[in-house]
């Protein structure tokens, strides 16, 4: 009987020690953009901490599947990590969330890929959480007629380049991945080339959104490290 007692509470022990201690929406994110050289073609799952500590979380990129000129990044929410990363932690605070992002770089190259990248807690390596994110990016094909603008760098530091192939009068803005304006401006047709400062934002994926007085609208991506 003893020994039948002692089989069971190491099996509890065993059990209890490969609970996961947080939570992710989705295992398979399917997302898809467009090829222009611009571009940052761009998927997430969110995380949460459901334990009552903070957690030292890993993310390892188990497996990629993409074309050989594509390039890619995971990023959090407010941190992006170097392309050659393969592996990295952070903290995730009791009761907190994050978004875990796969960001493709396919400099104006169409294709499909996927990136598996495995989550887990480093206490507890054995149980993990694997998220598979299924990209497809399309040939892109200008319109006549419709405006088009290109940004740079990606990532940014302190100053963002923005070129207007086509200057037309309009407003520009800079959203967050939250669809938060965080910057606006006035454009006139004379403003073929602007310069934005963006030191003061946060680290993550920003949208810049230049729509027309015609109702002409573009959007380009990038990263602010």
């Not at 069971?8 to 929406?25: H, K």
């Not at 990016?137 to 006549?144: D, K, M, R, T």
């Not at 803005?173 to 965080?182: E, P």
Request: with cysteine; hydrophobic share 45%.
């Amino acid at each position: 009987m003893k020994k039948l007692w002692l089989l069971f509470g190491f099996c509890f022990a065993v059990l209890f020690m490969r609970a996961q201690t947080f939570a992710v929406t989705d295992t398979v994110v399917y997302f898809s953009g467009s090829a222009q050289a611009t571009d940052i073609v761009s998927g997430y799952a969110k995380i949460y901490n459901t334990s009552g500590d903070t957690l030292p979380l890993r993310w390892v990129r188990a497996q990629e599947n993409i074309p050989g000129w594509w390039r890619s990044s995971v990023c959090t929410e407010y941190y992006c990590f170097a392309i050659p990363d393969d592996s990295a932690t952070w903290n995730l605070l009791p009761g907190d969330s994050d978004l875990v992002y796969i960001h493709i770089y396919p400099y104006g190259n169409s294709g499909t890929g996927d990136v598996v990248v495995r989550l887990f807690d480093t206490r507890q390596p054995a149980a993990f959480t694997d998220i598979r994110f299924v990209v497809d990016v399309l040939a892109s094909v200008p319109e006549q007629g419709t405006i088009s603008f290109n940004s740079w760098p990606s990532p940014a530091a302190d100053w963002l380049n923005v070129q207007l192939n086509t200057p037309r009068e309009g407003q520009l803005q800079i959203t967050d991945v939250a669809g938060r304006i965080v910057h606006t401006q006035a454009v006139s047709a004379a403003d073929a080339r602007l310069e934005l400062n963006v030191a003061r934002l946060e680290t993550g994926l920003y949208s810049v959104i230049f729509e027309s007085e015609q109702g002409e609208r573009a959007v380009v991506k990038f990263v602010k490290q």
